[in-house]
């Protein structure tokens, strides 16, 4: 009728767990009962994580007349305790096993002021209960503090009064009352055998409600309700059993069973399916299991300098509720041995492991004792007491003491920076400075040296300068979705108009010397048509080699979150690799034949000739382009975007410097040598 031992052994779990008591001692009762819950016990303490320090077996018996015997147990026991770490303990067995643990500690005259001897203890319900009969004259304020599980109790109808209504001295055949009552109320009833003193002799007025609270409880204990209910229980079987088929018997399986002739295990049949409230009002029936317990109390022990007690409840254990609320515990009202300063006590066999460090098994011992050893490179532990370090997430990284993870920042070239700001004004002012180019040859567009050199394509040439250095810009910032899409089919596009551009001059340049031969069929190819062909016809295959490379692989955003330990690296992922490299060497092409036809084509007559500064602009193309490859690979993140916009601006202002600085100093410096007749003269 009580409860399951299992429960208990899961309710101590749950008490060694919630107050994270991993390092534990135990005291059990020397027989076959301790023998058993120091083997289940144990089982359940090491799959969830609790080593047992000390384990000692109390004899069951004690000689007290052999003192070697008794001097080699108390020390046996005694020394171990005062020496381990643990400050829990578990104390298994009955009211022996209590006097015995209570006489090896009162033995030591010292044990009051040795703060060593002052630990948590843990009482079984059997231990819980032998202590109410050992109240008077013993000293129990080395179990202050203690945690006991007890049988849950209630309080029947008319207990009471029933307790009040007793009077030992009329139940002459009631030995037991006599007794306790002599205890109790520490008097004697008269015998002509041993006279006393007649202040000492029980005078049968005494009531059990004047004692303390300490020395006798008025409600019912958890023992004596379940054997109440164990009594009940049977009477409404038995009853049962009368009262079903009519009075004189009954029928179960087929067989009859005459009543006179019932056995006690035929009453089994009836208990099981019993249900009945009893008079404390509690519904009672048996489970799947043929339990009728309903868990435990948790129950805190309180001594007080008069050599009394109290016990508080704390908490409850109920294994009739849903998974994960079976046990509760108010541990604010939990009162703690002195030495604790109403702390809960740590008991564990090292320090834990702080933050930032995980456990690391010591060679030897058991797996709650452990050094603590720093997180590797990379990885946190943000408990105490971790078994392993963890990685931070992709886009975190670890603080320096690696006890938590902080966000990674996001690494891009942004205009904020001292690189990204000198980069677009440097941008920002080529750009002005092309458009004051663009400007002074159209204002200056009926000159002889701009009408010398291919009016239409300079201009073509230095708007597709203007768009290089503007282009640049979709470089810098945050990459999107857009400016990924654009930036580098953009500048594709608009550097090979411009490259197309410089051989269109030099082409030109070269087939208008020509066809000053006479008879020369060069003649033909003289015109507009050429050099609108070089362009469109050029720049139509880079662009239909960037609309492949959209179509099929776009470049997008990617975030790089492995190179770099404390930034994820934002930055354009450029879809197909190949294709970025067929568009960067159609490019190179491009300028390799411009500087093929320039180089070619030095040597021609000043008043037409191009060719030597377009020589010089494709050398610093070429130079820069080819320097860009292996930089541009050995580099990540906003550095190797630096690399790119550096080199779309160097390479722009060296066509534009070589080509253009020459006419503008002409046409603004020395405005007397832009005539046709100084063109005329420098030919001859």
């Not at 969830?48 to 000692?56: M, P, Q």
């Not at 046996?76 to 209590?98: C, H, M, V």
């Not at 179960?252 to 002739?261: A, K, N, S, V």
Request: aromatic share 12%; hydrophobic share 40%; with cysteine.
């Amino acid at each position: 009728m009580g409860p399951n031992e299992e429960h208990l052994n899961e309710g101590i779990i749950h008490l060694l767990l919630h107050f994270q008591w991993k390092w534990v001692g135990l005291l059990a009762v020397d027989d076959d009962s301790g023998e058993h819950f120091l083997k289940v016990l144990e089982t359940l303490l090491s799959q969830n994580g609790i080593c047992l320090a000390l384990i000692k077996k109390i004899p069951s018996k004690y000689n007290w007349n052999d003192m070697d015997f008794l001097t080699d147990s108390i020390l046996n026991i005694y020394l171990p305790f005062r020496n381990s770490k643990a400050n829990t303990f578990i104390l298994y067995g009955d009211s022996r096993t209590l006097i015995a643990t209570t006489l090896i500690f009162l033995g030591n005259p010292g044990y009051k002021e040795d703060a060593s001897l002052r630990k948590v203890w843990i009482m079984t319900p059997e231990i819980s209960f032998a202590l109410m009969s050992l109240q008077r004259g013993w000293d129990f304020q080395f179990f202050h503090g203690t945690i006991s599980f007890s049988i849950p109790t209630n309080e029947p109808q008319g207990f009471q009064n029933f307790l009040q209504g007793i009077e030992p001295h009329q139940e002459q055949a009631n030995g037991f009352l006599k007794d306790f009552w002599e205890q109790a109320f520490d008097c004697f009833y008269a015998n002509p055998q041993n006279p006393v003193d007649i202040s000492e002799i029980c005078t049968g007025e005494e009531r059990l409600e004047s004692l303390p609270g300490s020395l006798f409880e008025m409600c019912m204990t958890g023992h004596s309700y379940s054997i109440y209910n164990a009594v009940y229980a049977v009477a409404y079987a038995i009853h049962t059993l009368y009262s079903s088929r009519g009075h004189h018997r009954v029928m179960y399986g087929g067989q009859r069973i005459e009543l006179q002739d019932v056995q006690p295990w035929q009453v089994h049949i009836f208990l099981q399916a019993i249900v009945f409230n009893n008079s404390a009002g509690e519904r009672l029936s048996f489970n799947d299991k043929m339990e009728m317990g309903s868990g435990f109390d948790i129950m805190n022990l309180v001594t007080f300098p008069n050599e009394s007690f109290h016990r508080m409840k704390i908490g409850r254990v109920n294994p009739n509720v849903p998974v994960g609320q079976e046990f509760t515990i108010h541990e604010n009202m939990v009162v703690w041995q002195t030495t604790f300063n109403q702390v809960a006590p740590l008991s564990v066999c090292n320090d834990p492991c702080n933050p930032g460090y995980h456990k690391k098994k010591k060679e030897g011992e058991t797996f709650c004792c452990y050094d603590c050893a720093p997180c590797p490179a990379g990885k946190i532990s943000n408990q105490k007491d971790m078994d392993d370090c963890i990685k931070c997430p992709r886009d975190q990284y670890p603080t320096k003491d690696q006890d938590r993870c902080i966000p990674k920042r996001m690494s891009f070239l942004s205009f904020e920076e001292a690189l990204g700001i000198s980069l677009a004004s440097i941008a920002v002012s080529l750009a002005v400075i092309t458009s004051m180019v663009l400007g002074t040859f159209i204002k200056h567009k009926d000159t002889p040296i701009v009408k010398a050199n291919n009016r239409d394509i300079t201009y073509i040439l230095l708007i597709a300068l203007l768009l290089c250095f503007l282009s640049s810009l979709l470089f810098l910032g945050q990459p999107t979705e857009v400016t990924c899409f654009l930036r580098q089919s953009a500048f594709s596009i608009i550097f090979s108009v411009a490259v197309s551009c410089v051989l269109a001059k030099t082409i030109t340049v070269v087939v208008a010397f020509m066809a000053t031969k006479p008879g020369s069929s060069m003649r033909k190819w003289v015109g507009k048509r050429l050099t609108n062909f070089i362009v469109l016809s050029c720049s139509l295959i880079q662009a239909g080699i960037c609309v492949v490379w959209l179509a099929t692989s776009p470049p997008s955003p990617d975030y790089d979150t492995q190179s770099l330990s404390e930034e994820i690296i934002v930055e354009c992922n450029e879809g197909s690799v190949l294709m970025f490299y067929i568009g960067l060497g159609y490019m190179g092409l491009l300028s390799i034949i411009s500087l093929t036809v320039a180089f070619l084509a030095r040597h021609l007559p000043d008043s037409f000739n191009e060719a030597k500064f377009i020589t010089f602009s494709m050398l610093i193309f070429c130079s820069v382009w080819v320097s860009f490859v292996p930089t541009y690979l050995s580099t990540k993140g906003k550095y190797m975007v630096a690399v790119e916009i550096f080199s779309i601006l160097v390479s722009s202002a060296g066509l534009l410097g070589c080509i253009f600085s020459p006419k503008c100093y002409i046409i603004l410096l020395r405005p007397e040598l832009n005539t046709k007749e100084e063109l005329i003269r420098r030919k001859k």
